[in-house]
């Protein structure tokens, strides 16, 4: 069982940057793939980033490359979203999630992914 905890969001202007965090308890974080979510009113969840269980691996949303950065610190039980030049359209309330990591495993789709933080929100003024 794992439990996720997302904190960094907020208010932020066109072009700002925010960092997210997502926290997670027990001892097999370590274990599992990461991805970051996000939902704006009235659109689907979409994945925007997915780490690999080691951080060797990244994939990203191609709305978010090259802007985002996610990573983890397997020590501290944590992952990031570093999001940067930051659009209205990153408006949305954002969620980690723990899953598995397994070749052929489709990484953004939310089937693939077990557990889930609250979410926090995030909105880009223009």
């Known amino acids: 069982q794992v439990q996720l905890v997302e904190s960094g969001g907020g208010l932020v202007q066109t072009g700002g940057n925010l960092r997210l965090s997502c926290a997670a308890s027990?001892?097999?974080?370590?274990?599992?793939?990461m991805g970051w979510f996000r939902q704006a009113p009235g659109k689907e969840r979409e994945c925007v980033a997915r780490?690999?269980?080691?951080?060797?691996?990244?994939y990203y949303a191609d709305s978010v490359k090259g802007r985002f950065t996610i990573s983890r610190d397997n020590a501290k039980n944590t992952v990031y979203l570093q999001m940067n030049s930051l659009k209205p359209e990153d408006t949305a309330a954002y969620y980690c999630?723990?899953?598995?990591?397994?070749?052929?495993?489709?990484?953004?789709?939310?089937?693939?992914?077990?557990?889930w933080g609250q979410g926090t929100q995030v909105t880009v003024s223009s």
């Open positions: 999630a723990a899953g598995g990591s397994y070749t052929g495993i489709i990484w953004f789709r939310e089937a693939s992914y077990d557990y």
């Open positions: 027990g001892r097999t974080f370590a274990s599992y793939a």
């Open positions: 780490i690999t269980p080691s951080g060797g691996t990244t």
